[in-house]
């Protein structure tokens, strides 16, 4: 970046986010970062109360995701075999109601004060899932599917499957959940999509992508504190009523909004108040 001001260059951060920052030598090496920067664009405007934009004169757009997304109306890029993939999870599911998942294992830090808390909040969020699920699917007025997809199979650890085989674990036998064991192109991810009536999702670029389709998204912010990218993500689009914090999702939140966001929409007021 300095090499890039030395030579006369403009720096320019566009559609960046900003932390969050467990450690002060984090946050004074985005602050050095920023303050080097010609033009800031954020993805999103919750983001500007961070102190490292302090006396910043910071723009706001939407995550570049988004950009791109839009180009994609014809799957063009869209191969063979990953084509035949999604059909074969949707195989047998005329007049269902198809619900895509997307879930993640949350990253503890070791020994830190929020390590117990958040760990205690990863198994709440799995076990209140599994019962919404079924919930959900005793209330709906036609068949429930399930289809788990990844965003994430391969980051230290953290990968999207092995939520999705911890939900499996925990869920009733006779619910009809179909994990997509792949590392799917975007265009694949489109396809599933577009092929879907809702989603429930807690990494922020699942909840991107559904959002791209028009997809109704339900979102699960997975940040420990005040909330993270997620929970702006949906107050920038102004749909607050279909977020929740982490410790705050809970089963009435997850089946409510099913009902809400269901073609057709809520069938069953009453029974599930």
């Not at 090496?29 to 102190?51: E, F, K, W, Y």
């Not at 959900?136 to 999705?164: C, E, H, K, W």
Request: with cysteine; hydrophobic share 40%.
């Amino acid at each position: 970046m300095y090499s890039t001001r030395r030579r006369g260059r403009p720096v320019l951060l566009e559609g960046v986010d900003i932390g969050p920052f467990r450690y002060a030598p984090s946050s004074w090496v985005a602050q050095r970062i920023v303050r080097a920067a010609d033009r800031i664009t954020l993805r999103t405007p919750g983001v500007l109360q961070d102190p490292v934009l302090e006396q910043l004169d910071v723009g706001t757009g939407q995550d570049p995701a988004f950009d791109y997304l839009a180009t994609r109306g014809k799957l063009d890029r869209l191969a063979a075999r990953e084509r035949k993939s999604v059909d074969a999870l949707l195989e047998n599911t005329e007049d269902h109601i198809i619900v895509g998942i997307n879930m993640r294992p949350i990253q503890h830090y070791s020994g830190s004060p929020s390590e117990p808390y958040s760990r205690t909040m990863e198994e709440r969020i799995f076990q209140h899932l599994a019962v919404a699920m079924t919930d959900y699917a005793r209330l709906a007025p036609a068949p429930v599917t399930y289809i788990f997809f990844p965003m994430n199979l391969l980051q230290d650890g953290y990968s999207d499957l092995a939520a999705a085989w911890r939900l499996h674990r925990m869920l009733h036998r006779g619910l009809d959940l179909r994990i997509w064991e792949a590392d799917p192109d975007i265009d694949a991810v489109l396809y599933l999509l577009r092929n879907l009536d809702m989603a429930l999702a807690m990494r922020f670029h699942a909840c991107i992508f559904a959002m791209s389709q028009g997809l109704p998204t339900i979102g699960i912010d997975y940040d420990i504190g005040a909330g993270g990218k997620v929970l702006h993500l949906f107050r920038d689009r102004e749909l607050v009523e279909d977020v929740r914090r982490l410790n705050e999702a809970d089963i009435h939140f997850m089946v409510e909004r099913l009902l809400k966001n269901q073609p057709g929409g809520n069938n069953h007021p009453d029974e599930y108040p």
